[in-house]
């Protein structure tokens, strides 16, 4: 307990270092490099990671070390609950968005093919699932006794950390839409899925706003970082929250519908699929039991799709409108995607959701 708190004796300001947390993100940045560089060895079609990707998995690993360290996450951790929040939400707009959006391909689909984790996202990323996942993981890290946790612990700080990561993956995940056979909503679904997300999950900050009196009693010396008394501390804490996703998310959602096509004829009833995807089918039919080029067959069909090949999928420049493919590099609309035998699984299609080429 005393070595948990020792940052919080030694003053607000003084500097503290974080060997455990910067152990933690320089593994998980060789070992994503590692598991990608054996994919590029082991799969008959490898998918390549592109230097755009690879900037925003930095990104994100080292906004997380400014949000996780000295002195943000010290303040967050004993100090303040503004920190606190503002931690939070760096965690969940920034840290998320670029570490989704930054992950190579062939990772990411790894990662999602075990079955369990499959049918989780099948139906958590339905935007309703979404909102209430998302506020639910976000609201309930921010409980009183969760808060005194992290306040003592640095083991419950990082899992604290890591829940409200996966949040903001949640958040993302239907608005990027990276994982393979999961189609991303229409842009107005999109957009209106964007104002429910910032404004739902941060309920609490009236709640922060409307308090006449603090709420955490672990975050009682704020006047020391800031000069606020606690419960002015708290007020701050819910403007912070209220405006950081308020602005975010509405700026993005304004991107999303600036950049929807003119007509549904232009748009089609969804995204068209790439071999990933239809991949993705194949291996949930299979584990449905059904087995068989029939039953594969309906799964891929039932989708809007010929489950034997389709074109790539149309990318675009902004965070709210990425769905971590390239153009088919013909530059033909609708041209026939590779084709694959159902009986053998065998095809000559690049399985990476980046078309033929495997880049942005």
Do not use: N
């Not at 899925?193 to 009682?220: D, E, G, M």
């Not at 929250?241 to 007509?263: I, W, Y």
């Amino acid at each position: 307990m005393t070595a948990a708190i020792a940052p919080a004796t030694a003053g607000p300001w003084s500097f503290a270092p974080h060997p455990v947390l910067w152990a933690v993100l320089a593994t998980m940045g060789v070992g994503v490099a590692l598991v990608h560089r054996r994919l590029l060895t082991t799969v008959a079609h490898p998918v390549h990671w592109p230097r755009v990707r690879i900037g925003r998995f930095v990104g994100a690993l080292v906004v997380a070390l400014v949000a996780m360290g000295w002195p943000l996450g010290d303040l967050a951790a004993h100090w303040s609950l503004s920190a606190l929040v503002l931690q939070r939400c760096i965690l969940v707009l920034a840290v998320a968005s670029l570490l989704l959006a930054g992950l190579p391909d062939d990772v990411l689909a790894w990662a999602t093919r075990p079955a369990l984790v499959d049918a989780v996202l099948l139906r958590v990323l339905r935007p309703p699932a979404a909102v209430v996942t998302v506020t639910v993981l976000l609201v309930g890290s921010m409980a009183p006794p969760l808060v005194a946790a992290q306040s003592d612990s640095a083991v419950a700080r990082g899992l604290l950390a890591l829940v409200v990561v996966v949040a903001g993956i949640v958040l993302w995940l239907p608005i990027l839409g990276r994982v393979p056979g999961i189609p991303r909503p229409r842009p107005m679904i999109r957009a209106v899925y964007l104002v429910a997300q910032a404004v739902v999950p941060v309920f609490l900050s009236f709640v922060y706003i409307l308090a006449t009196r603090p709420l955490y009693p672990t975050l009682l010396r704020s006047h020391q970082v800031v000069g606020l008394q606690p419960l002015a501390d708290q007020q701050v804490a819910g403007f912070v929250s209220k405006l950081s996703f308020l602005l975010t998310l509405l700026c993005v959602a304004g991107v999303v519908l600036a950049r929807a096509p003119d007509s549904d004829e232009d748009l089609g009833p969804e995204d068209p699929l790439v071999w990933a995807d239809i991949e993705r089918h194949f291996e949930r039919a299979d584990r449905r039991g059904r087995g068989g080029r029939p039953a594969a067959v309906a799964a891929a069909g039932a989708e809007g799709a010929d489950p034997l090949g389709g074109p790539g999928r149309r990318t675009g420049g902004g965070p709210g409108d990425e769905r971590g493919g390239a153009p088919d590099p013909s530059g033909i609309a609708g041209e026939p995607g590779p084709t694959r035998d159902v009986a053998t699984g065998s095809g000559d299609a690049d399985t990476g959701r980046d078309g033929d080429s495997g880049t942005d």
